[in-house]
């Protein structure tokens, strides 16, 4: 009988949408995984937005809660952003978006939360990206 591969180097499995099913866990591992895991166009732009957040806020803290990572100035000090993905696009939410300058465009049921959808091929605006995230660190971060 062959013998059976460890738990731990099986790829994750993908959930509604293709987003990458993964145990929930502290610091960059867990984030990275998450974004290894991430399907096709989706992976480079996990990377990049990694990258970019990192760029912004240094030393930020990083979790994977909900099948999302999450981002946040401080552990125990709240999230200020996360990422997730759907069948078509990327979501960014910015749990205190609505009051950013200029704030997001997509909204949300939240009154607080705004949304960023990143569709394969449009570019990303970096600079106004890095903005969001400075302005998103700054602000209370969301309990979660």
């Not at 013998?3 to 984030?31: C, F, H, M, T, W």
């Not at 000090?77 to 997509?106: D, M, N, T």
């Not at 939240?110 to 970096?126: K, M, N, V």
Request: aromatic share 10%.
């Amino acid at each position: 009988m062959p013998a059976k591969r460890p738990a731990s180097s099986a790829a994750p499995k993908l959930l509604s949408g293709g987003n990458p099913q993964i145990a929930k866990g502290e610091g960059d591992a867990p984030v990275q995984a998450y974004i290894a895991a991430m399907p096709d166009w989706k992976r480079a732009v996990g990377e990049r937005l990694d990258a970019l957040i990192e760029q912004a806020v240094p030393g930020v803290h990083k979790a994977v809660k909900w099948n999302s990572p999450m981002y946040g100035v401080a552990a125990g000090e709240g999230w200020f952003l996360s990422f997730h993905c759907f069948a078509r696009y990327i979501k960014v939410a910015f749990f205190r978006g609505a009051l950013l300058q200029p704030v997001p465009p997509e909204p949300s049921k939240s009154a607080d939360t705004r949304y960023l959808h990143i569709l394969e091929g449009e570019p990303l605006d970096e600079a106004r990206f890095l903005d969001w995230v400075r302005q998103a660190s700054q602000l209370p971060g969301e309990r979660m």
